[in-house]
C-alpha cells in the first residue's frame, strides 16, 4: 500500500476518533441543555395552568356566591308574597262583625306592602341578572311584571272598597289575580329548585 495512502487512513481515523470524542462530550452537555429545557418549559406551562385553574376557580366562586346571595334574598319576599296575597283578596271583602275603618286601614297597608314588594324583588333581580341562569332570571321576570301588571286593578278595587261599593268588587276576578300569581312564583321556585339540584349533582 502507498504511503500516501496510509498516512491519509490515518488521518481519517485519527479525525475519527476525535470527532467520536467531541461528539460524546457534547452529547451530554446537549442533554442536559435539552433536558433543562424542557423541564423550565414545562414548569412555566403548568405555572401557566396552575394561575389560569386559580382565577376561574375564583371567579366561579364569586359567581356562585352572587347567585346563591339572590336566592337568600328572594326567598323571604316571595314567602312574604303569597300570604299578602290572600290578605289582599280578604280585606276586599265587607265582614259585618269587623271594624269597617279598621278593615280599610289593613288593606291600605297590605296595598302599600304590596308595591313595596314589587319594587323590592324588581331590584335583586335586575341587581343579580348576571349572576342567575337564564331560565331563572325568566321566571322573576315574569313574577315582576305580573305584580307590576295587578298592582293598578288592586288600586282600582281597593278604591271602590274605601268608597264602600263593595257590590262593584269583581271577586271572581280577584281570584283569578291572586291564582295567576301563585302560578308564576310556583314556576320561578321550580325553577331554582331544579337548579339548585343540578349544582349539588343530583341532576
Not at 423541564?39 to 359567581?63: C, D, P, V, W
Not at 271572581?172 to 301563585?182: A, P, S, Y
Request: charged share 30%; glycine share 4%.
Amino acid at each position: 500500500m502507498p504511503e500516501w495512502l496510509v498516512n491519509i487512513l490515518a488521518s481519517i481515523g485519527g479525525g475519527t476518533v476525535v470527532l467520536i470524542g467531541v461528539v460524546t462530550i457534547f452529547k451530554g452537555l446537549l442533554v442536559k441543555m435539552f433536558e433543562s429545557g424542557i423541564e423550565a418549559s414545562f414548569e412555566k406551562g403548568f405555572e401557566k395552568f396552575k394561575n389560569r385553574l386559580a382565577r376561574s376557580t375564583k371567579a366561579y366562586e364569586i359567581l356562585l356566591d352572587r347567585e346563591m346571595r339572590f336566592y337568600e334574598k328572594s326567598d323571604p319576599i316571595i314567602a312574604e308574597l303569597v300570604p299578602l296575597e290572600h290578605d289582599l283578596r280578604y280585606y276586599l271583602e265587607r265582614h259585618e262583625d269587623s271594624d269597617r275603618k279598621s278593615e280599610c286601614e289593613k288593606l291600605r297597608e297590605c296595598v302599600t306592602r304590596y308595591c313595596q314588594l314589587v319594587i323590592t324583588l324588581k331590584n335583586e333581580v335586575l341587581i343579580h341578572q348576571s349572576y342567575i341562569p337564564q331560565e331563572v332570571f325568566d321566571a322573576f321576570s315574569s313574577v315582576v311584571k305580573q305584580m307590576q301588571d295587578d298592582m293598578h286593578w288592586w288600586h282600582d278595587m281597593t278604591k271602590l272598597a274605601f268608597d264602600d261599593e263593595y257590590s262593584k268588587i269583581d271577586y271572581k276576578q280577584c281570584d283569578e289575580v291572586v291564582d295567576r300569581l301563585l302560578l308564576h312564583l310556583a314556576f320561578a321556585e321550580t325553577k331554582v329548585r331544579s337548579r339548585l339540584n343540578t349544582l349539588s349533582g343530583e341532576v
